[in-house]
């Protein structure tokens, strides 16, 4: 079982771009949720999708999205990027239900600059 | 508003000596909490939650009610322990929504 595994491992772009990161959940995981990890700072909760669906989001704007395909993989949309998007870009999934431990089970992120 | 601070970015002890990485957290209802570690060059990791009340590498935390604390600590820190380690509070009774502190670096000097 190779984890939960993202996509790409980094990427640049400019102010104003769009830029979508790509998920795959452990094996047997059906929720996934995306954080967003400044420099120096703990991971901050961007939102979770459980059946296709956003079921949680955190204090962000619009301008992210995200999907949750029918294999439970899920990705992250960022419109219109700013500066302040730079971050490390963290995919986690987990079990819902009965199975639910609680624990959060990470990939390695997406490293986005914006220049 | 739900928050977990961690007042130490860097924490350095000698192997052999006693570590406490503290933690402190507000919430109004009745919290779930949890530290995550990430080792050098690895991805962030469950080390332990209150609720399973369990020692993992030698690491335990008791959950403070009263003082709203969630400090983990071990007798005697070993090399391999250094690391950036993170407290969190789930956020809620449903879901993946976890408030991170700003993480604790610990370094453990041979």
């Known amino acids: 079982d190779a984890g939960v595994t993202q996509s790409p491992t980094h990427l640049i772009k400019t102010r104003g771009q769009q830029v979508t990161l790509r998920c795959s959940p452990k094996?047997?995981?059906?929720?996934v949720s995306w954080y967003q990890q400044a420099l120096g700072q703990g991971p901050q909760f961007i939102f979770q999708?459980?059946?296709?669906?956003?079921?949680q989001r955190g204090n962000f704007p619009d301008r992210f999205s995200g999907h949750q395909f029918p294999n439970y993989s899920s990705e992250l949309n960022v419109n219109a990027l700013l500066l302040g998007d730079s971050a490390l870009y963290l995919c986690?999934?987990?079990?819902?239900?009965?199975?639910?431990?609680?624990?959060?089970?990470f990939g390695e992120g997406s490293r986005l600059t914006v220049l | 508003a739900q928050r977990v601070t961690q007042p130490e970015k860097l924490l350095s002890v000698f192997k052999g000596a006693p570590v406490e990485l503290k933690c402190n957290y507000s919430?109004?209802?009745?919290?779930?909490l949890f530290w995550y570690v990430q080792y050098s060059r690895q991805r962030l990791q469950l080390l332990l939650r209150?609720?399973s009340r369990e020692s993992i590498k030698g690491f335990t935390a008791d959950l403070n009610k009263g003082e709203t604390s969630f400090h983990l600590k071990k007798p005697f820190a070993q090399e391999e322990d250094s690391a950036m380690y993170y407290c969190?509070?789930?956020?809620?009774?449903?879901?993946?929504?976890?408030?991170f502190g700003p993480g604790t670096r610990l370094s453990v000097l041979p």
């Open positions: 986690a999934s987990s079990l819902i239900g009965r199975g639910d431990t609680g624990e959060l089970f």
């Open positions: 094996s047997g995981h059906d929720t």
């Open positions: 999708y459980y059946e296709e669906e956003e079921r």
């Open positions: 919430y109004s209802g009745s919290p779930e």
């Open positions: 209150h609720i």
């Open positions: 969190a509070l789930k956020n809620g009774n449903y879901g993946q929504n976890f408030v």
